[in-house]
């Protein structure tokens, strides 16, 4: 994927990325150009995690910041989110 693709995506879900879908996005596998992946846990169970990610821009230099929040576990599960093994 690349950076502005991964923009479009984070906004595509309006920041709120869950399931099989956070692993795609932060995956430096599928996103060579990630350079940072950050997670920052939620304090209490109604404030989810967040995630920072710092990827090189495509046809300039520099770097593209990215935020998103991370979805709970349950909640990726029940909206059908998460890959049945």
Known sequence: MYTWEMI???KRR????GG???LKII?????PQI????????????KHGSYYIEAKKDSEEGIEKLWFE???YEEAK???LVKKK
């Open 14 to 17: 309006n920041g709120y990325i």
């Open 27 to 31: 995956s430096q596998e599928e996103n």
């Open 20 to 22: 099989d879908d956070l």
């Open 78 to 80: 029940v909206k059908g």
């Open 8 to 10: 479009e995506f984070i």
């Open 70 to 72: 991370a979805m709970p």
């Open 35 to 46: 350079k940072v992946v950050r997670y920052n846990a939620g304090e209490t169970d109604s």
